[in-house]
């Protein structure tokens, strides 16, 4: 394996980390809550694809925008039903009920499909590209596009649409959002809704690199993102594709220097280094007490 | 028929009653002000009315309709606002993006339109446009905090200790603004601890004490009171 190679590789890894930490960090920027069942949600996205394409026979195109949709709608269902209530409780509860959620999501997953692997199938028949000799996959390219294309339109989402900037509104203080007219419930939802769609889009993402679907696959992928999150800053948009493409980077370099191994604990051991040397992330404000 | 009325609102934080039973109108055109002293119910009263507290008592009527019960968003697209204590201007977002979120139950054009006339009574804003609302004075803080309101068109406007924390000249400014605000149509609703300056603006007040209205009167009758002059003018 080329150098080339495995930068393609790395890149393609941390984009789907990237996705799925925008999630972390856009739950985690509006309502400070460490949202755990968002690993599962990608769960979801899997079984909802390999649902479509393998139980029903139906085209990947559906699969895709069902996996997105349904992964979208379960992330405002989970908002609804298990945080909405807690929205005046103490953190502690709603991080609890998150972890609630997580454990909810792989059991029901278990008890529904089973323990067993479920292979999704491949979405598109791609071939290897090959430039001056060297082989690139379609699908890392694929990955790295749609990656960097959704961070583009989310930012745009976030700074630039009445939508986006009421998001930051309730982030920075509830209940003068409240005051000025915005439906704080309904934005809170919103923001679940694309974080989950993003989840969506990283579930596609990874089937095609790994094309299988397990009640735990959500666990290490979650956990690896939120690492990233926090990595990059947690609240912050490039903090976390910065978060995740350094992830990526680092698990994929670690495997290819033949410590494959090692590979998850070195992820570990950067979290543990940036929160001694810098507890707020690359990119993070550091904190500020609201009075 | 006044254009808001309260009547017996009772409110509590927990076992604490912050507002015992109070009942007060404010007429359309008109500029009412709630004095008292810290911990009296003001702002609780006026948190209330914008429906961010629940009352355990009481009604809310504006325009003849019930508020209690309604969601705050709903509150301000009925034309009420709330500029409330300490400013709370997002300070991570620009001047331009604040008052955005000011107008937020307005259409685009209506926005257009009253961003116009929010730069007639605040010029700095507009030569402060593109900064970050974070980094501006506590007198220009203020100023977006009544022109965010304002962004929302409100019939009544309750401002919250709108010259807290200012330097005098400010507060003259600030006292100003408020009463050509009312000039134009606005009815108030003033909250302060500045006895003296609310009262003058103000056609009518009520002093709270521990939750309880204990006395009413035109703002020329309250400045001239013996006991309002004890408690609240410094003799």
Known sequence: MTFLTQVLN??????????????????????????????????????????????????????????????????????????????????????????????????????????????????????????????????????????????????????????????????????????????????????????????????????????????????????????????????????????????????????????????DAVVFLLLIIVLVVRPTGILGRPMTEKV | MAMLSVNGLAVSYGAIKAVKGISFDIDEGEIVTLIGANGAGKSTTLNTIAGLIKPDAGSIKFKGEELVGIKPHKIVERGLALCPEGRRVFTHMTVAENLDMGGYTRTDAENKETLEVVYEHFPRLKERINQVAGTLSGGEQQMLAMGRALMSRPKLLMLDEPSMGLAPILVDEIFEIIETLNKNGTTILLVEQNANMALKVAARGYVLETGKIVKTGTGAELLVDDDVRKAYLGG
């Open chain 1, 10 to 263: 790395g890149l393609q890894l941390g984009s789907i980390y990237a996705l799925v930490a925008l999630g972390y960090t856009m739950v985690y920027g509006i309502i400070l809550l460490l949202n755990f069942a968002h690993g599962d949600i990608i769960m979801v996205g899997a079984y909802i694809s390999w649902i479509v394409m393998s139980q029903l026979g139906l085209s990947p195109a559906l699969a895709i925008v069902l996996s997105i949709v349904g992964c979208a709608g379960l992330g405002v269902l989970i908002d609804k039903v298990a945080y909405q209530p807690l929205r005046e409780a103490p953190r502690m509860s709603l991080l609890i009920t998150a972890i609630g959620v997580s454990y909810f999501l792989e059991n029901g997953a278990q008890l529904v499909f089973g323990a067993d692997a479920k292979v999704v199938p491949e979405y598109f028949d791609l071939p290897n590209l090959s430039v001056g000799g060297v082989g690139l996959s379609a699908n890392a390219i694929i990955t790295i596009v749609v990656t960097a294309v959704s961070t583009v339109l989310l930012t745009i989402l976030v700074q630039k649409t009445k939508l986006g900037k009421a998001m930051r509104a309730v982030s920075e203080d509830m209940g003068a959002a409240r005051l000025m007219g915005i439906n704080v419930n309904n934005t809170i939802s919103f923001t679940f809704a694309v974080g989950s769609a993003l989840a969506g889009i990283g579930a596609v993402l990874y089937s095609m690199a790994y094309s299988q679907a397990t009640p735990t696959m959500g666990i290490m992928l979650g956990t690896k993102a939120f690492v990233a999150a926090v990595l990059g800053g947690i609240g912050s948009i490039p903090g976390a594709v910065i978060g995740g493409l350094l992830v990526g980077f680092a698990e994929v370099f670690v495997s290819a220097i033949g410590l494959s191994v090692w590979q």
